[in-house]
């Protein structure tokens, strides 16, 4: 599957466009399924000494679907492609780590 095909898939679980305040339950489940793996792996460090052995990496997949799918109707709302986005972003990189500069930090390196 590639990623354009999975957003097309996404799509047909998706709220319309026109509901109201869309755009920012996007925004918000995104930030939200973000944090819910971010808090799977405070308690992993709290609770687990941070034992990479103990990851619960069924759980993890499913909030990195979550993210997943939000990512997918969130860049659809704004017409854009994943595909497009994910190979924007790889030579994104590419070029970053040609000039040496993958490891700085600011947007515009």
Request: aromatic residues 6%.
């Amino acid at each position: 599957m590639d990623l354009d095909e999975y957003q097309r898939g996404a799509l047909r679980t998706a709220a319309p466009r026109d509901k109201r305040n869309e755009l920012l339950h996007l925004v918000l489940g995104l930030v939200g399924e973000s944090g819910e793996i971010a808090e799977k792996f405070k308690k992993w460090v709290r609770d687990l000494d941070s034992d990479e052995s103990r990851i619960d990496r069924a759980d993890i997949a499913r909030e990195l679907g979550d993210v997943l799918w939000y990512l997918a109707v969130l860049a659809d709302y704004l017409d854009l492609s994943l595909d497009d986005i994910a190979a924007a972003n790889l030579a994104k990189l590419a070029s970053r780590q040609d000039r040496g500069v993958l490891g700085g930090s600011g947007d515009n390196r």
